[in-house]
Nanobody, 114 residues
């Protein structure tokens, strides 16, 4: 199984982007899927997580602006990002945890200009 992240790009502050993370095949027994980001010189941090139960967790810095959701029919998890700021600039990675395994996507660059 592979994860393919897409949707990154350059956007002005205040704008929106939607990231997508598509699985190459259906992932059985998913525990949770998540988006992380890593800015230059910083550690990778959790942005949003969606558990199989439907529970969602967001980093404080994105609450009220970002939404994580999943399309089960497409085996795709999305991250809708609104009211972007330059501090959101980073490489965004998706992650799937299932059957005691962890799978990472390749990352997609998000750049927010002021």
């Amino acid at each position: 199984v592979q994860l393919q992240a897409s949707g990154g790009g350059l956007v002005q502050a205040g704008g929106s982007l939607r990231l997508a993370c598509a699985a190459s095949e259906s992932i059985p027994l998913v525990d949770h899927m998540a988006w992380y980001r890593q800015a230059p010189g910083k550690q990778r941090e959790l942005v949003a997580m969606l558990a199989s139960s439907g529970y969602r967790h967001y980093a404080d810095s994105v609450k009220g602006r970002f939404t994580i959701f999943r399309d089960n029919a497409e085996d795709t998890v999305y991250l809708q990002m609104n009211r972007l700021t330059p501090e959101d600039t980073a490489v965004y990675y998706c992650k799937a945890a299932y059957s005691s395994k962890v799978l990472w996507g390749q990352g997609t660059q998000v750049t927010v200009s002021s």
